[in-house]
Nanobody
Framework: QVQVAESGGGLVQAGGSLRLSCTAS????????MGWFRQAPGKEREGVSC????????DYADSVKGRFTIFRDNAKNTLYLQMNSLKPEDSAMYYC????????????????????WGQGTQVTVSS
């Protein structure tokens, strides 16, 4: 059974940093393209960042480029999202998701491209 679990969320002041982690089990992690998504109250879920199965390619939403970094440790079955220079508009529930697809080019930032989801971790940035 595939399980994905996020951690690392919390309350932080604007300009601060957080590192989210996502640990996966029940799957061959290094065969999965992984992504981070977020959803604020009353808004649609949006793609934040993604990374191919071997970390060879990444992509970011324009709103987080230069501030967030996605990376993975396949030996630990763990995905990370380093978030710096946080803004109040980054406040949302953050979800980790994966799909067993190899992408030769960029990974997708569309939620419908992923089929294994975690329960989310809340990030709140105060002004």
């Amino acid at each position: 059974q595939v399980q994905v679990a996020e951690s690392g969320g919390g309350l932080v002041q604007a300009g601060g940093s957080l590192r989210l982690s996502c640990t996966a089990s029940g799957l061959t992690f290094d065969a999965y393209t992984m992504g981070w998504f977020r959803q604020a109250p009353g808004k649609e879920r949006e793609g934040v960042s993604c990374i191919t199965h071997n970390g060879g390619a990444t992509d970011y939403a324009d709103s987080v480029k230069g501030r967030f970094t996605i990376f993975r440790d396949n030996a630990k079955n763990t995905l990370y999202l380093q978030m710096n220079s946080l803004k109040p508009e980054d406040s949302a529930m953050y979800y980790c998701a994966g799909v067993r697809v190899y992408y030769s080019g960029n990974c997708p930032l569309l939620a419908r491209s992923y089929n294994s989801w975690g329960q989310g971790t809340q990030v709140t940035v105060s002004s």
